[in-house]
């Protein structure tokens, strides 16, 4: 499996959160190879915004992007999704419609960008492990580039995800059990040599799920004063945090929104950290819940969610199976479909709103026809 072509020079500057060393100078580590630590990139996330240019998608910021500037764009069209008002309790809340994307998920934002870098580093085959969402992804990017690509999902991942994927191409390999246990098998793998084109690990997401922020105060004119969105691993949190921060250094914006994270009952750690600390994790277990794609007991980037939820002075909200099905219906009815991890996004808001100004803004993450 090749890795990167020797002497090129590196199209991601990332560095050790654990303990500080940069990424080495060969081969496509997913963590540090020193301490196992996880990568982060070494300069912020910029707000540049070029031209429109038909087919580049969120291409338009990558010179903002911490990212060589050099490399080919592999797009598909991502982004400019719509922001739709809802009338919630005689207030209109915005959503943003990101199951718009080309593979029907927020998740296109950041395949495009990780792809796009691995591309330029002589990727030609790799591995990535998803519930549907990222690994559909990951595949239809993939093909793109004319990468190789396996990936490897739990069982009771959705049909029409899993026959997404293979749509695009990739392998598609099942494995038994918690959505831990598909996350153990591609480890292994990667040990083994394969490169892993983590969304979890590799930090190149969160250049793309910046642009939805890019895009909200684009279409407001505006930061809003919270933005709430599902939270399994965080990415999408995460990402949309450094896009307001990176509007704020740029002079577009003079106040973060709050970000307030949605999870299942049925398995939130972040949910139960936040409010009551470590002792927290003795509330929740990895249990089974419609909302598949935040199922994540032990996301690697909890920290620093947690740390940008406090300091955005937001919170995090845990929601019922029985909403999650309620929510999805009542979207359904705004005309607004979506599988069951974005409608969340609906019974929190009843939670929420009344302690927001407007605007506020939900984030709908994935299309209803990626679902059963």
Not at 30 to 38: A, E, F, Q, S, T
Not at 232 to 248: C, N, W
Request: hydrophobic share 40%.
């Amino acid at each position: 499996m090749m890795a990167a072509q020797s002497g090129e020079i590196r199209a991601f500057p990332l560095k050790c959160q654990n303990c500080g060393r940069p990424y080495p100078a060969s081969g496509i580590p997913y963590r540090c190879p020193h301490c196992g630590g996880i990568y982060d990139f070494e300069n912020s996330i910029e707000y540049q915004p070029g031209p429109q240019k038909p087919g580049e998608g969120i291409g338009r910021y990558r010179s903002g992007f911490p990212l060589s500037t050099g490399q080919v764009w592999h797009s598909l069209g991502e982004g400019d999704t719509a922001l739709v008002p809802v009338k919630v309790d005689d207030r209109s809340v915005f959503f943003k419609c990101e199951f718009q994307n080309p593979t029907g998920s927020f998740k296109d934002r950041g395949a495009a960008v990780l792809v796009s870098a691995l591309a330029a580093q002589g990727v030609t085959e790799a591995i990535e492990d998803s519930s549907g969402n990222a690994g559909a992804a990951f595949a239809a990017y993939a093909g793109r580039a004319g990468m190789k690509a396996r990936v490897f999902v739990p069982d009771y991942a959705s049909g029409p995800k899993r026959r997404q994927i293979e749509s695009y191409g990739a392998e598609v390999i099942r494995i038994l059990g918690p959505r831990s246990a598909t996350t153990e098998r591609t480890l292994v793998e990667a040990e083994r040599g394969a490169v892993y084109a983590s969304h979890a690990y590799l930090p190149h997401v969160l250049a793309g799920f910046a642009t939805v922020a890019f895009e909200i105060f684009e279409q407001l004119g505006k930061a809003p004063s919270a933005v709430v969105l599902p939270v399994g691993q965080g990415t999408l949190l995460l990402g949309v945090y450094r896009g307001f921060k990176a509007l704020e250094r740029a002079g577009m914006i003079n106040r973060l929104p709050q970000m307030i994270g949605v999870q299942a009952r049925a398995c939130a750690p972040l949910w139960s950290v936040f409010h009551g600390g470590a002792a927290g994790l003795t509330w929740i277990s990895e249990g089974e819940t419609q909302a598949e794609g935040i199922r994540i007991m032990q996301p690697l980037r909890g920290d620093a969610v947690l740390r940008v939820v406090e300091d955005s002075a937001g919170t995090m909200v845990v929601v019922e199976e029985q909403e999650i099905s309620q929510g999805r219906d009542d979207l359904g009815c705004q005309g607004l479909y979506v599988e069951p991890t974005s409608a969340v996004v609906w019974p929190a808001i009843q939670q929420v709103l009344a302690d927001r100004p407007d605007p506020v803004v939900a984030i709908l993450t994935g299309s209803g026809l990626k679902s059963n």
